[in-house]
Every structure is written in C-alpha cells, then in structure tokens.
C-alpha cells in the first residue's frame, strides 16, 4: 500500500503526465510533415516511375519507326502520305478539315 503523499504527490504526478503529454505533442509536431513529406515524396516516385515506363515504351516505338524508315520503303511512302500529303501521280489527295480548322492523319 503506497503512503499518502498529500497535495504536493498528486500535483508531482499531474505534472509528470503534463510533461509527458507535452513531449509527445512536441514529437508528433517534428515528426508529421516528415511523414507528410515522405507520402508526398513516395507519391512522386511513384508517378515519375509511371512516367517512366511511358517514355520507354515511347523510345522502342520511336526506335521502331526509324528502323522501318531507314529499311522498309513503304514505310518511307506512308510517311510521306500521312504526314506531307503526297500521293502517288494520278491519284487524287482529299483533305478533310476539322473543326479546329487543322486535319492531321495520323
């Protein structure tokens, strides 16, 4: 059985929890924006990891078509059908604009 301390024992305890509370409160104050950072800066890795996937899919593509233009003639032709408007002699090129006023084939 703990002895009566009085007045001056419970107000030591109430101020051991208070400092208590305090630290806590003054750790949860430093250490939330590092975890709001650290989602943030997670968040981004993830989306630049996106990007990047995007951009190598869009390097083998590109890679692809300059192979088949520096190989395939045809490819050299449509090309030049799709994106010059070239067409062969006799044949007739119909244009169609759109509602921008700018047609581009792709």
Known sequence: ?????GIWGRL?????????????ALLAQLYVPLFK????LRER???LEK????????????????????????AIERRAREQLGYGKQGEVIIR???TNGVYRPR
């Open 1 to 5: 059985m703990e002895p009566d301390t």
């Open 12 to 24: 030591t305890r109430a101020v051991m929890f208070l400092l208590l509370v305090a630290l806590l």
């Open 37 to 40: 950072q650290n989602q943030r």
């Open 45 to 47: 890795n993830i989306q």
């Open 51 to 74: 990007d990047i996937v995007e951009q190598e899919a869009l390097a083998r593509r590109m890679d692809q078509e300059i192979e088949a233009l520096r190989s395939d003639p045809e």
């Open 96 to 98: 169609f604009k759109s």
